[in-house]
């Protein structure tokens, strides 16, 4: 079956810091890859996305890159901010699977000044 | 746009009893679809729906209901309220059902069941 995993949380980094949140992924195929991010009492919204091999989705200083070769797709950040204190979800979406979503269990994100 | 709209904010209930979560969206999407997230576990998929009149079962169905008569709405029934029914519930759309296209998610309804 379908199934994304990502790094286990929480993650506690400082103002500046370089950030990375794996995930990886298992499909019967060949998927789009998502970051949502979850900001606290709030929904999920899109952070970035990539739909083909080698493609770098990028967002407010956010970066991933769909690397097939690895079944992974891992999010990174050059200089983190308090305010990207986040629960973020990688997940991923297959034809096979009439386009539903599969999400990882979420990786919390706590940056202190 | 309002986007997706989800009411209540919160609600409590208490084992046994019924009620309905409504979602509402003003995108003309497609797509549709109904979360719960409880704490390690993620996201998992209840019911989605890929137009009005057509329905379908997600992840974890059981306990729940659900209808779509119109393209703006996709209400979430809980038939007989169990504790293990509390969590956060969140409805999503997205416009059709093409795999590149991102989901769009309310704010959350937050359920306790007593």
């Known amino acids: 079956g379908n199934s994304v995993t990502q790094m286990e949380g929480p993650v506690t980094l400082s103002e500046e810091a370089f950030l990375t949140i794996n995930c990886t992924y298992t499909?019967?195929?060949?998927?789009?890859l998502f970051w949502y991010v979850q900001y606290p009492g709030e929904g999920l919204q899109l952070l970035l996305k990539?739909?083909?091999?080698?493609d770098k989705g990028s967002n407010k200083g956010f970066e991933a890159t769909y690397r097939k070769e690895t079944t992974s797709f891992h999010l990174e950040k050059g200089s983190v901010q308090v305010s990207d204190s986040a629960v973020y979800f990688c997940?991923?979406?297959?034809?096979?699977?009439?386009?539903?979503?599969?999400f990882g269990d979420g990786t919390t994100l706590t940056v202190k000044p | 746009n309002a986007g997706v709209t989800q009411t209540p904010k919160f609600q409590v209930l208490k084992t046994g009893q019924s009620m309905t979560l409504q979602c509402a969206q003003d995108?003309?999407?497609?797509?549709m679809s109904w979360y719960r997230q409880d704490p390690g576990m993620g996201l998992r998929l209840i019911h989605y729906?890929?137009?009005?009149?057509?329905?379908d079962q997600g992840e974890v169905p059981n306990g729940y209901n659900v209808s779509r008569s119109t393209t703006e709405d996709f209400p979430l029934r809980l038939l007989s309220a169990a504790p293990s029914q509390t969590s956060v519930y969140f409805c999503?759309?997205?416009?059709?059902?093409?795999?590149?296209?991102?989901?769009?998610f309310g704010p959350g309804t937050r359920l306790t069941v007593l």
């Open positions: 729906s890929v137009g009005a009149g057509i329905t």
């Open positions: 499909a019967t195929g060949y998927p789009s």
């Open positions: 995108m003309n999407h497609e797509y």
């Open positions: 997940a991923l979406s297959i034809n096979t699977n009439a386009g539903k979503s599969t």
């Open positions: 990539a739909t083909k091999a080698d």
């Open positions: 999503a759309s997205s416009y059709g059902r093409r795999i590149y296209n991102e989901q769009f």
